[in-house]
């Protein structure tokens, strides 16, 4: 079993995936980590991207913890600068097509819940559930907000989330849009917990 689960930043899709992968028992694939992963290579050896790179990007996951040549990343590739870097460099053609390859032998003979921006629409446009998670950008960017105890105020988070937005709907290659026959989910006015309710009622009236 195959589920996509797509929409903007900050919407809480790898929350809600992690939540059905546990309650499902089911492998997660958090694709926007590779991508950050990717860009924290970048910024950790101060280099541009190029092919070559590719060549020898060990990205590993284990136990729901990212590492790059070995190196625990979980935590680093959250922070601020490398959500936009990922972003910049998820443009690239290359990029997507050595990450779309990857996500899919990861998934290959596994039932998982994947989460990202393309995922129905390019990675696996057969999933057997689609959802498309969304919220304003002002609601996305409180939620941050309240999560970071004010250490970045919340025009900069909202400029931040709107950035990232118009990058990600609007760049060539597999922009984020919704598959035509994706679920909407809209949780502006929703909590996680009614969210996750929402979504296993969804899965499990579509088997
Ligand atoms: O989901 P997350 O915010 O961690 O993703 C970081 C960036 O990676 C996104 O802003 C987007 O540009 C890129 N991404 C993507 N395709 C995916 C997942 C993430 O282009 N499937």
Request: glycine share 2%.
């Amino acid at each position: 079993m195959i589920i996509a689960i797509d929409g903007p930043s900050g919407v809480g899709k790898s929350s809600i995936a992690k939540a059905i992968s546990k309650k499902l028992n089911i492998y997660h694939l958090d694709t926007g980590a590779m991508y950050r992963t990717l860009a924290y290579k970048l910024k950790k050896d101060n280099i541009e991207f190029s092919k070559e790179l590719l060549k020898d990007f060990d990205f590993q996951i284990k136990d729901n913890k990212f590492y790059l040549d070995n190196e625990d990343i979980t935590d680093k590739i959250r922070e601020n600068d490398i959500s936009i870097l990922a972003s910049n460099i998820s443009k690239i053609k290359e990029v997507r097509e050595f990450m779309v390859e990857l996500q899919r032998k990861i998934s290959n003979n596994k039932d998982v819940v994947l989460d990202g921006r393309d995922i129905a629409t390019v990675v696996f446009p057969n999933a057997d559930i689609k959802l498309y998670i969304d919220a304003s950008a002002e609601i996305r960017a409180k939620r941050r907000f309240l999560e970071l105890n004010e250490t970045i105020s919340f025009d900069k988070i909202l400029e931040d989330i709107k950035n990232r937005d118009y990058q990600d709907m609007t760049r060539e290659i597999a922009p984020l849009v919704k598959a035509d026959d994706a679920i909407l989910v809209d949780t502006s006015n929703m909590s996680l917990e009614e969210v996750i309710k929402k979504i296993i009622d969804i899965i499990e009236g579509e088997q």
